[in-house]
């Protein structure tokens, strides 16, 4: 895999990014999604998954804890989704319940940070990704 470069809005408050994820029915749709360090696992909204047809209903009794903007409370596999120009095949996510003001389907954590070796450039407003590679021992 080659490194890739994203390019990101540096005037807003999170790294905003594109996120490509095919469905059920083979289809390639587009989320809005924010990089969150402090995530541990990649989330997609209800909403979003229902739409899309991953879930059949949200949990309506997933409310919102005081001082968060998401809730945890299922996980599932997305069949092949595209960060950063990387194409992932079977990753597991969670299910959550998002705050409807912030205007995004999808929070990416650590999960995909530990796959690639990301540099964040935020005076140039890039994410440069890239594959790790295994050291050879001999």
Not at 9 to 17: E, F, N, V, Y
Not at 36 to 55: C, K, N, V, W
Not at 96 to 114: V, Y
Request: hydrophobic residues 40%.
């Amino acid at each position: 895999m080659p490194e890739n470069s994203t390019s990101f809005d540096t005037g807003k408050h999170h790294i905003h990014l594109d996120v490509i994820v095919m469905d059920l029915n083979g289809i390639w749709r587009s989320v809005a999604g924010i990089l969150d360090t402090r995530a541990p696992r990649t989330e997609f909204s209800d909403q979003f998954l229902m739409h899309t047809g991953f879930i059949d209903i949200r949990n309506e009794n997933a409310r919102l804890k005081r001082g968060l903007q998401t809730q945890k409370y299922g996980t599932i596999e997305l069949p092949s989704l595209t960060i950063c120009g990387h194409q992932i095949r079977s990753f597991k996510v969670y299910v959550s319940h998002f705050e409807q003001s912030w205007g995004i389907d999808a929070l990416i954590g650590l999960d995909f940070f530990r796959r690639f070796r990301v540099t964040i450039d935020y005076k140039n407003g890039l994410i440069v990704t890239s594959p790790f590679v295994q050291p050879r021992i001999f």
